[in-house]
């Protein structure tokens, strides 16, 4: 009885870290989410402008960040885009900042998007659950670096239909190393490999078929790479259930954008963030789901 009410005492307090440490990235999360996709404007634009040979003296489409020289995940300080007043340490707390200054500016009182906090919140909901599913092992710290990078994907690619190879790239080789080391996941180092394979080739078929099909793009290499690094982390296995999933919400989603709000159809949606969703969701539910689904198609 001892054993297991100290069991259960370190779990809650790894629950309880992970959590805490959940909302920190969070807001982290939100510099990430921000800054990046201007870093990697910069860089492209830099790199056009010197294969043509042509002066680089555009400014950034973005009025707050087109203000600074230098401007990466460091530098600038976090500051309000509106006023510049630099973000003080005890108004930069997850959430509980936001509370306090009523979502509104220290200096200028602008409104602070509602998104910053909810990002802080739902990271550290879903460190929490990482934590519930899996205990206190390494295959832990690793899933939450996979929860942190699916938000910070799904973010982007909302926001500007990009999924960077600065993360999805790195998440590919992180999921093969994870299975390679046998951390516990339950995917042997072929279904991992198979399923990057996989993963790539299958949303590959699919973006060629369509575009064959239709003269358009269905969805971009971006997508590609998320699917192969979601099979590098859950195997070949789950990658049939996680496009089923990732479709279903989708058409959902679009179809409640359309007739709720009169979204054009012809506007494109970003594919990565019902991936996200999707690969968290197996991540956190997938033997049910594998066993319901294979089942089902068994009997």
């Known amino acids: 009885m001892a054993i297991i009410e100290l069991l259960n005492s370190s779990l809650s307090l790894v629950i309880i870290i992970c959590v805490v440490l959940g909302l920190l990235v969070g807001s982290f ?9 201007i870093m990697l404007q910069r860089e492209w634009r830099a790199q056009c402008c010197e294969y043509l040979e042509i002066d680089n003296s555009t400014p950034d ?30 108004e930069n707390i997850p959430v509980i900042s936001y ?21 802080e919140f739902v990271t550290g909901a879903f460190s929490g659950l990482v934590a519930i599913s899996f205990g206190f092992t390494w295959l832990t710290l690793a ?8 938000i910070a994907l799904t973010l982007i690619d909302f926001d500007h239909q990009l999924l960077p ?28 490999v198979a399923g990057a394979m996989a ?16 003269g358009k793009e269905g969805m971009g290499y971006g997508d590609f790479k998320l699917l192969a690094a979601l099979g590098a982390w859950m195997g070949w296995q789950s990658l049939l259930p996680i496009i089923i999933l990732s479709s279903l919400v989708g058409a959902i989603f679009g179809l409640a954008m359309i007739v709720l709000q009169g979204r054009d159809k ?14 968290f969701i197996m991540l956190i539910w997938g033997p049910q789901i594998n066993a319901l689904y294979y089942n089902s198609m068994v009997g």
């Open 266 to 279: 012809s506007v494109p949606m970003p594919f990565g963030p019902y991936l996200a969703g999707a690969g």
């Open 61 to 90: 489409a973005n009025e707050s960040s087109a203000k600074f020289a230098v401007f990466n995940l460091q530098k600038p300080d976090s500051h309000c885009p509106n006023c510049n007043h630099k973000i003080r340490p005890w």
């Open 165 to 192: 190879d600065n993360i999805t790239l790195p998440l590919l080789w992180l999921g093969l190393l994870v299975n390679a080391l046998d951390l516990g996941f339950g995917v042997t180092l072929f279904d991992a």
């Open 143 to 150: 899933l939450l670096f996979l929860t942190w990078s699916l």
């Open 29 to 37: 999360l939100n510099v990430v989410v921000y800054r990046l996709p």
């Open 199 to 214: 993963g790539y080739i299958v949303l590959w078929g699919f973006y060629w078929i369509f575009k064959l099909a239709t």
């Open 99 to 119: 509370v306090a200054l009523a979502g509104k500016c220290s200096q200028c009182k602008t409104k602070i998007s509602l998104r910053y906090p909810a990002v």
